[in-house]
């Protein structure tokens, strides 16, 4: 079964870090781009993060710049969301995507092959 499998999520204070997984199951991620996209209460789904299949080229949002980093593990299959200095409109289910090769945390959801079932973050005040 292809799959992929967030984990990491949890309850935080503001200005706390927190680190993400996505790990796939049933397929290699090796020409897969991964975004990470986020929701949050009473808001649209939107892009936070992606790193291209090669891992040489990242994407993020305004909001997160500077203070989350994207990485992978070719390895583990896995790719790694690095949150730090957390606020509370960081809160929200983060989902994990696949798409072919290349991403911008602009692209349409429905170019993604592979979701993940998403993990909490929360982060209080």
């Known amino acids: 079964q292809l799959q992929l499998v967030e984990s990491g999520g949890g309850l935080v204070q503001s200005g706390g870090s927190l680190k993400l997984s996505c790990a796939a199951s049933?397929?290699?991620?090796?020409?897969?781009?991964i975004t990470w996209f986020r929701q949050g209460p009473g808001k649209e789904r939107e892009g936070v993060s992606c790193?291209?299949?090669?891992?040489?080229?990242?994407d993020y949002a305004n909001s997160v710049k500077g203070r989350f980093a994207i990485s992978r593990d070719k390895s583990k299959n896995t790719v790694y969301l690095q949150m730090n200095s957390l606020k509370p409109e960081d809160t929200g289910v983060y989902y994990c995507?696949?798409?072919?090769?290349?991403?911008?945390?602009?692209?349409?959801?429905?170019?993604?092959?592979?979701w993940g079932q998403g993990t909490q973050v929360t982060v209080s005040s």
């Open positions: 790193i291209n299949n090669s891992g040489l080229n990242t």
């Open positions: 049933g397929f290699t991620l090796d020409s897969y781009a």
């Open positions: 995507a696949a798409r072919k090769y290349y991403c911008s945390v602009y692209h349409r959801e429905s170019t993604y092959a592979y």
